[in-house]
Structures are given as structure tokens and as C-alpha cells.
């Protein structure tokens, strides 16, 4: 760039200024082109969520490589969350998290940065700019519990001696006298806390508050490598998690307060492909309960999964086929068994093909091969190409304990007509007899009351978790108990 405007200006100036002044000087002007462009230091940003907003803080800074970056969420805990990689080039700045799961692509122009956050699904704009924002109006979260609890909680933690990890969580008691039965939360996919917090929402939290009120002790913990848990997150597999949770498992037996025969796992979407990994693997388990847990393998999963989100979002029918079709073939080359170095050369090729075949106006809306690219990077990665070829029902088919199965209605992310028919064909053939599995009308993926049920929805409904699971799930628990 710096040389065709040299080019250019050389012309006119080139007579009056001596040439070596004239080569300063252009040195002088890529230099100040180059530090125009550095992104080093802090931008901010806000989510819009109807008429609230979520403040973020990003704070890059420059290495000999390229960058690193932070991301803090002013309005909610703020603990900075690392980024995994930063790509900046070109004024076109994109970025992954290891935690939360949160994705960015935008393009600086005139001192501000305009792109899309991406987190579990939902994308909304974001504007990035160097000048700080001021608090407005948070979004409303009416259920979330507030101290003082008529119970106890006890922050714990405990060690996956399989995998050398040591994991933090917290236990809460119905009262310091007995033993209680018990469960253990298992979060879903992403990087999650004990609460399993997501837009301001702590679905965990609540739960956790709920069932202990109603007499149920319950333990949930951070994923390893989140917040007070030890580890690595970006490596693991929903199989390195069961081993957590085993260890979980495990700490509960030790514990006086507890009743050791009536330990019970709740998982959420991937906690609900979990919790039967577990329940195939030990006998101290006695209960399972699945909130929208996958039925069928991951691969069947992700494909409905965009289909369903993209006709939410009002995509035209030519562009949910080409994207259909890309996701498809991207599935089929990770899921071929060939050797890592092979997999990666024709990953790359086909996302590099299909980014060429774009129309010049969708091209103009990712801005570059690079950024088109990152949008599917988390495919090829340890945790994905596990859950793409890992089939439930080869857990399902073992489980003969009570189980309960629930999904919402308007769940896009894991649809009930796509596997609830598939576990309970898996709970057949294990010849289970205490099984129950429930379509709920009306709740999205996170079992909120929705519209469409669309990711796009979750921060902006102000309900956590819809009293119709809360009292579906609980008078379960209390027949089986």
C-alpha cells in the first residue's frame, strides 16, 4: 500500500524535496500507516439486547508473532477471558476465547471496528471503539436467586486423579443434619462455569437454588480450565469430561451428608451425552435426567442444528443450501478417518474453494478468505470431531436405571423430533422400564419460554428457566427418590 501512494505522490513532489529527504519522509509515512493500524490496547463494545446492553472490554497486545487479547465482561463477573488466537491483517480484525466460546470477525474503518459476535449459536452486531462506555440499563434476570439461602453451600473442590485435575465447584446442603439425595450438574458444550452462565442468564445457579429448596443436594463445578478449575478446556473431549464428572462422582461418596445410593447426574445438551457415558461406566450412579441431550450422533446433530437456526434467521433458500452443502462436505472430511495432516490439506482446500464460488456481494460481507476461514476453524478441532462421530445410543443402549428425557418444543440446537424418538429407541433396547421423555411445548434450548426459538432470542427473555421444567423435572426427582 505504502509503495502505490508513494508511486503516486513521487510525481508532483519529487522536483522540489531531495531524494534522500523524500525517501525519510516516505519511511516516515508507512510509519504512521502502520501504528494507524495497530489494534495494541483497549476498544469496547456493547451488545444491544433490546433496550439493555452487555459492555464489553477487549485489550490486545502486540507480540513478535502478532497479538494477544483479553476480553472482560464489564457488566457481569469481570474475569478477563483469554482469547485463543488473534488474527489482525488488513484492518480486518477476527478472534476466538477459550472460555465462553465466543467468536468475532469484524473491519476497522474510520477508528472504529464493526463485526459480529458469535456465542452458542446467536450472533449480534458489535461496534468496537476506544472510548469507554458508560452503564446503561443491564438485562432484567428476575429469577436469579439472592441471599440469604434457607440452605447451606460450601465452595469444594475435588481431583480427577485419571487426568491430573484438580476442579472447583460448589456444594449446596438442604440442612447441615441427614443425608440427602444428590445430583451433579454437567454443563453443555463450550467452555461453561458452575452456573453454566450465559448473556447474563445462570441457568445452573437457579437450578441448583431450586432442587436444595425442594430437599435435593446438589454439586455443579467449573469445567476444567475454567474460572477456579484447573486443566486445559481446548483440548479435552466429551470423554475427558465424563472423567470429571466421575470424580465428582467419587467426592460425593465421600461426603457424610450424602446418601451414596441416590447419587444422580442432570446434564444439559452435552451434559446430556455425558451423563449415560458415566451411567454406562459406574454403579453408584442411580438416576439420569437429560435436558435436550442428543439422541443421535453429533454429526446428525450440527446439520438439523444449522438448518433449523438459519430458516429462524430468515435465510433465503439458495443460501441455506450452500451453506448446507459446505457443512455437509466439511462433516464428511472430518469424519473420514484419514490421518490429521490429510483431513487439515482438504478441510483447508474445500472451505478455500468454496469462499472462491461466492457471490462478490457475500464475499464483500466476510471481507476476506482469512475471516471466511476462521468461521469454521472449531470445526476441525479435538472436542468436535469427538462429538461429530460419537453415538449416544452406544451409552443409551446400557442405561436401565430411572431416566428422564426432556426437551423444549422450540429447541433449534438440539431438536426434540430428532432425538427424542432416537433415545427412547436406544432405552427400548436396553429393556429399561423406568424411563420417561417429555416434548415440552414452548421452550427454546435453554428452556425458556420463546417465540421461535431462536439463539438470537436468549439474552433478550428475561426468564432463566421456565417453571413448567422446573416442576416437571422436580416431581420426577420426588417419585423416583
Not at 504512521?32 to 489494534?39: E, G, L, S, V, Y
Not at 467449573?222 to 467426592?251: E, Q, W
Request: proline share 5%; hydrophobic share 40%; with cysteine.
Amino acid at each position: 500500500m505504502c509503495g502505490q501512494l508513494f508511486c503516486k505522490i513521487l510525481g508532483p513532489i519529487k522536483r522540489i524535496i531531495p531524494m534522500k529527504k523524500l525517501i525519510l519522509l516516505f519511511a516516515l509515512f508507512c510509519l504512521q500507516n502502520i501504528q494507524a493500524q495497530d489494534i495494541t490496547g483497549d476498544w469496547y463494545g456493547a451488545l444491544k439486547i433490546g433496550v439493555n446492553q452487555l459492555r464489553l472490554n477487549l485489550n490486545f497486545t502486540k507480540t513478535d508473532t502478532g497479538y494477544t487479547g483479553k476480553l472482560i465482561s464489564l457488566d457481569q463477573n469481570n474475569t478477563p477471558i483469554p482469547m485463543q488466537w488473534v488474527k489482525f491483517n488488513n484492518q480486518e480484525l477476527s478472534f476466538k476465547t477459550t472460555i465462553a466460546n465466543i467468536e468475532y470477525s469484524g473491519v476497522w474503518k474510520d477508528n472504529l471496528i464493526e463485526g459480529i459476535f458469535k456465542q452458542g449459536g446467536m450472533s449480534l452486531p458489535l461496534q468496537l471503539g476506544r472510548a469507554k462506555i458508560e452503564k446503561k440499563t443491564t438485562a432484567k434476570r428476575p429469577q436469579e436467586p439472592k441471599a440469604p439461602f434457607p440452605y447451606l453451600s460450601e465452595d469444594v473442590s475435588f481431583f480427577n486423579a485419571t487426568d491430573s485435575v484438580t476442579l472447583a465447584g460448589t456444594l449446596t446442603l438442604p440442612s447441615a443434619q441427614g443425608k440427602f439425595p444428590v445430583v451433579v450438574l454437567i454443563s453443555g458444550s463450550g467452555p461453561q462455569d458452575r452456573n453454566e452462565e450465559l448473556l447474563g442468564h445462570k441457568p445452573f445457579l437457579l437450578l441448583a437454588d431450586h432442587l436444595t429448596r425442594n430437599g435435593i443436594a446438589v454439586l455443579r463445578y467449573d469445567d476444567r480450565g475454567v474460572a477456579k478449575s484447573k486443566g486445559k478446556f481446548s483440548s479435552a473431549t466429551s470423554a475427558d469430561f465424563a472423567k470429571d464428572v466421575l470424580a465428582a462422582v467419587g467426592y460425593l461418596k465421600t461426603r457424610k451428608e450424602i446418601d451414596p445410593k441416590k447419587i444422580g447426574l442432570i446434564g444439559h445438551s452435552e451434559g446430556g451425552l455425558i451423563a449415560p457415558m458415566v451411567a454406562a461406566q459406574s454403579k453408584d450412579i442411580a438416576y439420569l435426567v437429560l435436558l435436550a441431550g442428543p439422541g443421535v450422533p453429533g454429526k446428525d446433530v450440527i446439520l438439523l442444528q444449522e438448518q433449523l437456526i438459519s430458516k429462524s434467521l430468515g435465510t433465503s433458500a439458495a443460501d441455506m443450501k450452500a451453506s448446507g452443502d459446505l457443512m455437509k462436505q466439511l462433516l464428511d472430511i472430518l469424519t473420514t478417518g484419514k490421518d490429521s495432516a490429510a483431513v487439515n490439506k482438504e478441510f483447508k482446500t474445500a472451505i478455500s474453494h468454496a469462499y472462491q464460488n461466492l457471490p462478490d456481494s457475500t464475499k464483500k460481507k466476510f471481507g476476506s478468505e482469512s475471516v471466511f476461514i476462521s468461521q469454521y476453524a472449531a470445526l476441525n478441532e479435538p472436542w468436535m470431531k469427538y462429538f461429530l462421530v460419537y453415538d449416544p445410543s452406544t451409552s443409551l443402549k446400557k442405561i436401565k436405571i430411572p431416566l428422564l428425557a426432556l426437551n423444549g418444543s422450540l429447541d433449534l440446537q438440539v431438536s426434540p423430533a430428532q432425538n427424542l424418538p432416537a433415545i427412547k429407541q436406544s432405552l427400548d433396547k436396553a429393556r429399561n422400564k423406568k424411563y420417561k421423555i417429555k416434548e415440552l411445548p414452548g421452550l427454546n434450548h435453554l428452556f425458556q419460554e420463546a417465540k421461535t426459538g431462536s439463539p438470537n432470542e436468549y439474552a433478550g427473555i428475561e426468564q432463566t428457566l421456565s417453571p413448567i421444567m422446573l416442576t416437571e423435572l422436580t416431581n420426577w426427582l420426588k417419585s423416583i427418590l
